[in-house]
């Protein structure tokens, strides 16, 4: 089946990266979230990122102009329901994205393929809440959509060769690498790297190390382009969390438990850049570290 149309429910920091590799790739792009403010902040960022990419020679100014012609944003989740794929990509909780599904379903044509960009989450399980389980998939975008090569497609037990095959010639149409993964807690990239960043909180927690040490000694020492904790910023603090607590259920490995240092900055509401506060403080010029 070919794809033309690509419904994106989400605005946030995924949400508005993969509108941005969408439309820029020709794909028409409705952009939806429950919080309307979300959708102009989106906008902004997208339009930011691509000026960036002229700045650069990377894209022209009317290939740039053309992708920003292409997007539409609505707080109707209805209005998504005729197009040809639905990517959601909102808050990494179950409950959330069941009821995006339940709320999508009557209103979805019978070729639509749905997908989640869930980090963690069982795709089964997901798909089995839907009328469509064989047109169901995990379609995992990494952060910064526009920068990152990689998206994991994960089948669910009943995806369809027909959709996984749609979802493969869209990866490749975008520019990007697909790595399939089998659908167990975190998937791959997440059950390597989210597990690291817990260590390196627990690192904090237990006094090893300052903020500052640990990304410095990663960085340095493992030649990592970023540190851990700078990195669980970027991610999003309440993100790594939902994830460990994917893993610690599905997996049932006390290796797996999630650092209590963690869960106090997500109960503080310091979910790092996404709020300018989490490991480090970022309202000022520079990033200065919490701890
Ligand atoms: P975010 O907090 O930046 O954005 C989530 C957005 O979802 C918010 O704008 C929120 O208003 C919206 N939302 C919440 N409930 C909604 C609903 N019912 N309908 C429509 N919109 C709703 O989070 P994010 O970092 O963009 O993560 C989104 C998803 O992508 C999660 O599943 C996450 O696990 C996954 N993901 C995140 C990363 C990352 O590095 N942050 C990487 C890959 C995948």
Redesign the pocket.
């Known amino acids: 089946m070919e794809i033309r149309s690509v419904g994106i ?7 508005n990266g993969i509108a941005h590799v969408f439309s820029l790739s020709g794909y028409d792009v409705l952009l ?4 309307p403010e ?1 959708l102009g902040a989106a906008l902004a960022t997208i339009d930011r990122n691509m000026e960036r990419q002229v700045g650069r020679g990377k894209i022209t100014a009317d290939e740039k102009a053309s992708a920003m012609a292409r997007i539409k944003t609505s707080s109707v ?1 209805a209005e998504l329901g005729p197009l040809d794929l639905v990517i959601e ?4 909780k179950e409950e ?1 994205k069941n ?2 599904f339940e709320g999508l379903a009557p209103h979805l044509g019978p070729q639509t393929i749905l997908t ?5 989450i069982s795709i089964t399980r997901l798909a089995s809440r839907t009328d469509r389980p064989e047109k169901f998939m995990g379609f ?4 910064p959509v526009p920068v990152m090569q990689l998206v994991e497609l994960i089948r669910g037990i009943a995806t369809d060769r027909e959709t996984y095959d749609s979802l493969m010639h869209v990866v490749k149409t975008l520019g990007k690498t697909a790595a399939n993964a089998e659908d167990f807690p975190a998937f791959i990239v997440n059950r390597i790297l989210v597990p690291m960043i817990n260590e390196a909180v627990y690192t904090l927690y237990e006094g090893v190390g300052s903020v500052k040490s640990i990304d410095e000694a990663m960085k340095l020492g493992a030649n990592h382009p970023m540190g851990p904790l700078e990195l669980a910023d ?3 603090l ?2 790594c969390l ?2 460990m607590n994917v893993l610690h259920d599905g997996l049932g490995d006390s290796k797996y438990r999630p650092c209590p240092l963690l869960s106090k900055y997500v109960e503080a509401g310091w979910l790092g850049r ?1 709020t300018k506060r989490g490991f480090y403080d970022y309202r000022g010029d520079e990033p200065v570290p919490t701890r």
Request: no cysteine.
């Open positions: 429910v989400g605005a946030g920091q995924m949400g939806n979230d429950v919080n979300m989740l990509a909102a808050t990494e959330i009821k995006i989640s960009n869930t980090s963690s995992h975008f990494m952060n970027f991610i999003g309440d993100t939902a994830i996404k």
